[in-house]
């Protein structure tokens, strides 16, 4: 167990909906992030949030935003779904703080859109 | 970010060592080397990261070569449950006004162990 936790674990819906996809970090890390892993495409890096604030991004789609909340639980909401955003969403968590630590993975959302 | 190129797959029998090759040429001198694997179903899983020196923990070793332009990831002995994707990753640090952190993992498409009994 990584400690991370992501709910749901498995989600339907039907395209042009919206849904939010809940991840609950490591006691203690300030850090977490949101991957996309499609058949296709593999693990692919969405967003990075630091202790609130965003610090990094990768191709994330303006129909996604995602936050990071005082709590430090984060929120990753994607919107207008389309076919191709199936996928499964996995959370990452680590300490941060100035020196090099390993990330920490949730098992994942899969998102399944129809 | 620095690429990484390992081959598609590789094979094991059980009990036996494996060693997972990783090219990453175009590596800088902060770059920190990272190995995760995932298992079917599940999230990538930490395995062990290093710099410079060669590295050992309970999963397995990391010998890093001494120009840093490669890495091998050491499995002393294959179970059937070290069956994964293994993925070599570079990664780059972060410069912010909290000071120095790390960043991102940027995953490629890694190597499919394949273990036998």
Same mark, same amino acid.
């Given at each position: 167990d990584s400690g991370v936790t992501q709910t749901p674990k498995h989600l339907i819906t039907a395209t042009g909906q919206r849904v939010t996809l809940r991840c609950s970090p490591r006691s203690g890390d300030l850090s977490v992030y949101?991957? $996309? $892993?499609?058949?296709? $495409? *593999?693990l692919q890096f969405l967003i990075q949030y630091y202790n609130g604030e965003e610090r990094a991004k990768g191709n994330i789609l303006e129909r996604f935003s995602a936050? $990071?909340?005082p709590d430090l639980h984060s929120?990753?909401?994607l919107s207008s779904l389309e076919l191709g955003d199936s996928a499964l969403y996995f959370c990452a968590s680590s300490p941060m703080g100035g020196r090099d630590s390993p990330l920490h993975f949730g098992n994942g959302t899969r998102l399944t859109v129809t | 970010d620095a690429k990484t190129t390992q081959p598609n797959s590789m094979e094991s029998n059980e009990e036996e060592p494996v060693h997972l090759p990783c090219n990453h040429s175009t590596i800088s001198g902060t770059d920190y080397i990272h190995w995760y694997r995932q298992l079917p179903s599940q999230g990538p899983e930490y395995v062990i990261? *290093?710099?410079?020196s060669n590295v050992n923990n309970r999963m397995a070793s990391l010998a890093i070569a001494e120009d840093r332009k490669s890495s091998t990831l050491i499995l002393h002995r294959a179970t059937l449950r070290d069956a994964a994707v293994y993925y070599c990753i570079l990664r780059a640090p972060l410069y912010g006004a909290g000071g120095t952190s790390y960043g991102k993992l940027t995953f490629g498409q890694g190597t499919i162990l394949t273990v036998h009994p």
């Open positions: 949101w991957y $996309q $892993q499609s058949l296709d $495409q *593999g936050q $990071q909340f929120e990753l909401n | 990261h *290093g710099l410079t």
